[in-house]
């Protein structure tokens, strides 16, 4: 550690990692270099870092992979309409990288890559692919930058307004990044990775007020209050700045006005970009409102209403703009038949499976099919957001589906920009902000296909295999069980007399699980000569039953089930309207427990049901893209 005076008030000033070789004074904001070994010299001025506009501070630590590193510095960055904060880290073994934060993201890059092949800055072109080593990245960004404040150790003097060109680079993985720093040369290019600041393992963040993440418990410091308060330069009205630091552009809740937001030291000012007049526009849910979606604390603090245009038609939606210090920002969407989605601006730019809009495009391991693409027109802003926006601006919009997923591009002549969106339920919505929307209808782009849902093909599958093989044991049991064995077979002749009784046989019914009996009888006689009754006696205890079902031929059948055992006679009465003389024949034949016949379709019917799924699932993915491009 080194400790001298600075040069220019006399105030000690740190050194606390030998690979720093500039400081900024703390209480006269010069920046001073090493001269020699204890010597410093000043350099230039630099506006102080603001102390609140980010959860990390100089001292705050964390680890990368396994190399543990600390926050040495700050360069606050700015170019117009885009402010971010780019982090000095000192490795352990005394590397040194940046941690870079803004547009939502957090980048970290652990150090410079040697002896790559770099394009000239004059060369690139934004949204072209170069390849770096073996990879190949998408420029996505090319721009100068001035530093507008700073704080703490940095590698290389800093003074107010040192612009240094940089061009951004992604990956298609949706991760991976890459930034080539152009203020020296050679160049260097830095390749990088959005973290977030649970992965880094930090500690020692700033503490935020009604500010909390279960997954940093490590703040360090008082809390100190993210609000800031501004007064509405064109009506007044005093607003709440909820995402200092952040916030580019405000427009006031009162009357609607564009305000740019600027930043001066610890406060924030506002400038009227444009007056509004009339109505101002207020969203279903409110500004300020919080929620928290898969356990994360997300605050609303800006909204906007777009639409698509198509045949003189408005498809509108609204996106509500969240902000948490700790995890940077969200979308939150609801369009206009009420489904809701959480999106996310994507880090990488996926892979194109070809060369128009309408390919699949693939991310990480997922394929994504185009879906539909128009102009999408702002119709509507309110609140704070962190870029500038006002109504009518239009963008280029393609949307490509893998459910509950969709991937968004928007692109206008200067940048294309992704966003990956989640679907979310109502009842996700209603949970998180503790309000009630109402019921979605229409079958949304990226909605999940209820009847694809893994657990619903499962419980299919097992209850149609159940079924048949119950169908199976049942079948199985009858045969098994069957005695099959004819107790009674006697034939008689009519005496042809108008009441004609005639009495079996006695027969034996023994004990059995089912004790059926099958009865048939058939006859020679017309049924409009007379009519056969065929009755079953149990002589044991007298139980009488009649079980024939007589058809128009006067042969009858018919079963008894758990017919009492014991000794039985079968009783056949034939009552005539008149004598006959024609000697008819009749037969009666007694099978206990015959093999019952099985109805077959029990065997087909299980299969019945995952083909009515799959017929669900068919219809309701032909809903989802009869609105699309694609359908016809
Ligand atoms: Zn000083
Ligand atoms: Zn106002």
Not at 39 to 57: H, N, T, Y
Not at 393 to 415: A, I
Not at 428 to 455: C, H, I, L, M, T
Request: hydrophobic share 40%; net charge negative; charged share 20%.
């Amino acid at each position: 550690m080194l400790s001298a005076e600075c040069p220019s008030c006399g105030a000690p000033v740190l050194f606390q990692h030998a690979a720093s070789a500039a400081a900024v004074c703390g209480s006269c904001q010069s920046t001073v270099i090493r001269d020699g070994i204890d010597e410093l010299v000043v350099w230039g001025k630099v506006s102080a870092f603001s102390r609140d506009l980010s959860p990390i501070q100089v001292g705050a630590s964390g680890v990368l992979g396994d190399r543990p590193f600390q926050v040495a510095g700050v360069l606050r960055r700015s170019r117009p309409g885009v402010r971010w904060n780019e982090w000095y880290i000192v490795f352990d073994d005394r590397t040194t990288g940046w941690l870079s934060e803004g547009n939502g993201f957090l980048q970290i890059f652990g150090g410079a890559h040697a002896g790559a092949v770099l394009p000239s800055y004059a060369s690139l072109h934004l949204g072209e692919a170069i390849e770096i080593g073996d990879d190949r990245y998408i420029v996505i960004e090319r721009a100068e930058a001035a530093v507008v404040a700073a704080e703490g150790e940095l590698p290389f003097a800093v003074s107010d307004g040192l612009m240094r060109p940089y061009a951004d680079l992604r990956r298609s993985d949706g991760r991976a990044t890459g930034t080539i720093d152009y203020a020296d040369s050679p160049p260097e290019f830095w390749p990088g990775r959005i973290v977030t600041l649970e992965s880094l393992k930090m500690e020692g963040l700033r503490a935020f007020a009604g500010w909390s993440d279960p997954t940093l418990v490590s703040m360090q410091g008082p809390e100190v209050q993210l609000r800031r308060g501004l007064d509405c330069p064109n009506c007044g009205g005093s607003l709440p700045l909820r995402a200092p630091g952040t916030t580019v552009q405000l427009v006031c809740e009162y009357c609607g006005s564009e305000l740019s937001i600027e930043e001066v030291g610890d406060e924030n000012t506002a400038r009227v970009l444009r007056a509004h007049r009339g109505q101002v526009w207020k969203p279903r849910l409110p500004l300020g409102k919080r929620g928290r979606i898969d356990d994360v604390e997300w605050e609303i603090i800006g909204a906007m209403k777009r639409a698509v245009r198509a045949d003189g038609i408005d498809y509108p939606w609204v996106e509500y703009f969240l902000h948490n210090p700790y995890r940077g920002s969200r979308f939150l969407m609801e369009d206009q038949r009420g489904h809701w989605n959480l999106a996310d601006r994507l880090g990488g730019v996926p892979t194109s499976q070809g060369t128009s809009a309408w390919a699949r495009q693939r991310l990480g391991s997922e394929v994504y099919r185009h879906f539909s693409g128009g102009k999408a027109v702002v119709r509507n802003v309110l609140g704070e957001l962190d870029w500038e926006v006002k109504v009518g601006d239009s963008v280029d919009t393609h949307d490509y589906v893998s459910p509950p997923h969709m991937l968004s591009r928007e692109g206008d002549r200067h940048e294309v920009a992704w966003s990956r969106s989640t679907y979310l339920s109502k009842e996700a919505v209603e949970d998180a902000f503790g309000v009630s929307v109402r019921s979605p209808w229409g079958v949304a782009a990226n909605q999940p296909n209820p009847y694809s849902k893994r657990s619903i093909w499962l419980a299919a599958i097992l209850s149609a295999g159940s079924l048949w093989v119950g169908s199976l044991v049942v079948l199985l049991l009858g045969i098994f069980l069957a005695r099959n064995e004819t107790v009674l077979d006697s034939s008689y002749t009519s005496t042809g007399a108008v009441s004609d009784v005639w009495v079996s046989e006695p027969f034996a019914v023994d004990a059995g699980f089912r004790n059926h009996l099958g009865v048939r009888s058939s006859t020679t006689m017309l049924r409009s000569a007379g009519q056969v009754h065929v009755a079953l006696i149990n002589q044991d205890n007298g139980q009488v039953y009649l079980p024939l079902n007589t058809t128009s031929q006067n042969a009858a059948s018919g079963s008894i089930y758990f017919a009492d055992p014991g000794a039985y006679v079968a009783r056949v009465e034939i009552a005539r309207p008149a004598p006959s003389a024609a000697q008819d024949k009749l037969n009666v034949k007694i099978v206990l427990d015959p093999i019952s016949g099985f109805p077959c379709f029990a065997f087909f019917f299980p299969f019945l049901i995952p083909i009515v799924l799959t017929l669900a699932r068919a219809s309701f993915e032909s809903r989802r893209w009869s609105e699309s491009d694609h359908a016809g």
